[in-house]
């Protein structure tokens, strides 16, 4: 893939090489001031290979976002009741009595808890049956590994990335503050702050704003126990078994690229000036690098070779990707910020060229952000 000089011109080459049927792509930079400047754009294949052609309208198409929900369930964290030290079983009553009871939000936001990567909640329904959501709950706050004993240390245990950390700390948020789930309190939490109701939220939420999210919303995987295409529907399995058109801890928000630029720019101002409507304290935590791994907590840090946040990111950089194609990168030093949306798992969650793409669709990004703002 060259090196493109435009949103568009990067998010139809991205297209054209069969990475997704959609992408929007976009960066943002801090001009003097402190104010920001963003440009974003999106191309789709409208050959017919990718299905029927879709009009996202104005506002612009809305993607699944999957795991970059995690970086906003950090933040909500941050902005509630509970303390970072506070303990699980402290206010999860389904964590007690199992071994995820006496570990910190932290460490679960900081993958260091000493959970599984994954644990297949959702396999009821594979089978016709329903999901119970306090027997999935306890399974989750018990899928503790082998290598992972008593007590975690000050650090938690050995980093191994993990959604049912996410799960649990978005589970224990919703009980603690009396929602429905973890995506109403991003939205009250994040959303709101950042005055993103109509761009950004769950399936729920936005089908109920009268913003066109059933025309708007991309589609993402064909899974025929689901019915076929997954669209205006949570794409991770778990997320879906349990929160259905809400959202949990570790996926289920939806967005436009504009909002996620919007989300990063004020991640950046509120973890690292102190600034902003997400701002609350001292936010640093959710970005300290912290020992055996570049996994932060709600954050990934930029690893020293073969970065998917690609070259032209300083070291400082941190960001996430999500599983259906999605990615967002800061860069603190540079003052910038670059999003990839992408759908990338339609038809099949075998296309991986995203994962060839993505260096260099981030290189192009933090060069354009780069460009303006040297002008």
């Given at each position: 893939?060259?090196?493109?000089?435009?949103?568009?011109?990067?998010?139809?080459?991205?297209?054209?090489?069969?990475?997704?049927?959609?992408?929007?792509?976009?960066?943002?930079?801090?001009?003097?001031?402190?104010?920001?400047?963003?440009?974003?754009?999106?191309?789709?294949?409208?050959?017919?290979?990718?299905?029927?052609?879709i009009?996202?309208g104005?506002?612009?198409?809305?993607f699944?976002?999957?795991?970059?929900?995690?970086?906003?369930?950090?933040?909500?964290?941050a902005?509630?009741?509970?303390?970072?030290?506070?303990?699980?079983?402290?206010?999860?009553?389904?964590?007690?009595?199992?071994?995820?009871?006496?570990?910190?939000?932290?460490?679960?936001?900081?993958?260091?808890?000493?959970?599984?990567?994954?644990?297949?909640?959702?396999?009821?329904?594979?089978?016709?049956?329903?999901?119970?959501?306090?027997?999935a709950?306890?399974?989750?706050?018990?899928a503790?590994?082998?290598?992972a004993?008593?007590?975690?240390?000050?650090?938690?245990?050995a980093?191994v990335?993990?959604?049912?950390?996410?799960?649990?700390?978005?589970?224990?948020?919703?009980?603690?503050e009396?929602?429905?789930?973890?995506?109403?309190?991003?939205?009250a939490?994040?959303?709101?702050?950042?005055?993103?109701?109509?761009?950004?939220?769950?399936?729920?939420?936005?089908?109920?704003?009268?913003?066109?999210?059933?025309?708007?919303?991309?589609?993402?995987?064909?899974?025929?126990?689901?019915?076929?295409?997954?669209?205006?529907?949570v794409?991770?399995?778990?997320?879906?078994?349990?929160?259905?058109r809400?959202?949990?801890?570790?996926?289920?928000?939806?967005?436009?690229v504009?909002?996620?630029?919007?989300?990063?720019?004020?991640a950046?101002?509120?973890?690292?000036?102190?600034?902003?409507?997400?701002?609350?304290?001292?936010?640093?935590?959710?970005?300290?690098e912290?020992?055996?791994?570049?996994?932060?907590?709600?954050?990934?840090?930029?690893?020293?070779c073969?970065?998917?946040?690609?070259?032209?990111?300083?070291?400082?950089?941190?960001?996430?990707?999500?599983?259906t194609?999605?990615?967002?990168?800061?860069?603190?030093?540079?003052?910038?910020?670059?999003?990839?949306?992408?759908?990338?798992?339609?038809?099949?969650?075998?296309n991986?060229?995203?994962?060839?793409a993505?260096p260099?669709?981030?290189?192009?990004?933090?060069?354009?952000?780069?460009?303006?703002?040297?002008?």
């Amino acid at each position: 893939m060259t090196l493109a000089q435009t949103p568009f011109e990067l998010a139809q080459s991205l297209v054209l090489a069969h990475v997704a049927p959609t992408v929007a792509v976009g960066w943002a930079v801090r001009r003097a001031g402190h104010a920001w400047e963003s440009r974003s754009a999106e191309a789709i294949d409208r050959s017919g290979g990718g299905g029927t052609p879709i009009d996202f309208g104005q506002g612009g198409a809305i993607f699944d976002l999957a795991s970059l929900t995690k970086p906003m369930t950090a933040f909500a964290a941050a902005h509630s009741d509970c303390h970072r030290t506070d303990v699980l079983g402290s206010f999860l009553a389904t964590a007690r009595g199992t071994p995820s009871e006496s570990v910190s939000l932290e460490l679960l936001l900081a993958h260091r808890a000493g959970l599984e990567a994954h644990a297949p909640l959702y396999l009821p329904l594979t089978q016709g049956k329903e999901v119970k959501r306090h027997r999935a709950l306890v399974q989750a706050a018990s899928a503790r590994r082998a290598d992972a004993v008593g007590l975690p240390p000050p650090d938690g245990f050995a980093p191994v990335y993990s959604d049912l950390g996410y799960l649990l700390v978005g589970e224990a948020l919703a009980q603690k503050e009396r929602a429905r789930d973890a995506g109403e309190i991003i939205e009250a939490r994040v959303v709101a702050p950042l005055k993103l109701r109509d761009e950004l939220g769950t399936a729920r939420a936005l089908d109920a704003r009268g913003i066109g999210f059933a025309e708007r919303v991309v589609p993402t995987e064909i899974v025929p126990w689901r019915g076929g295409e997954v669209r205006g529907r949570v794409h991770d399995e778990n997320a879906w078994a349990l929160g259905n058109r809400g959202g949990e801890g570790h996926a289920g928000m939806f967005g436009t690229v504009g909002a996620v630029l919007a989300f990063g720019c004020a991640a950046l101002d509120a973890v690292v000036h102190g600034q902003g409507p997400l701002s609350a304290g001292d936010l640093g935590w959710l970005v300290t690098e912290r020992p055996g791994g570049t996994l932060r907590a709600g954050f990934d840090g930029k690893s020293e070779c073969d970065s998917s946040a690609g070259k032209r990111a300083g070291q400082r950089a941190f960001g996430h990707l999500g599983f259906t194609g999605t990615s967002l990168w800061i860069d603190p030093d540079a003052g910038a910020v670059v999003v990839v949306l992408t759908n990338r798992v339609y038809y099949t969650r075998e296309n991986t060229r995203i994962r060839a793409a993505r260096p260099a669709a981030h290189d192009a990004l933090f060069a354009m952000a780069a460009n303006a703002q040297a002008q």
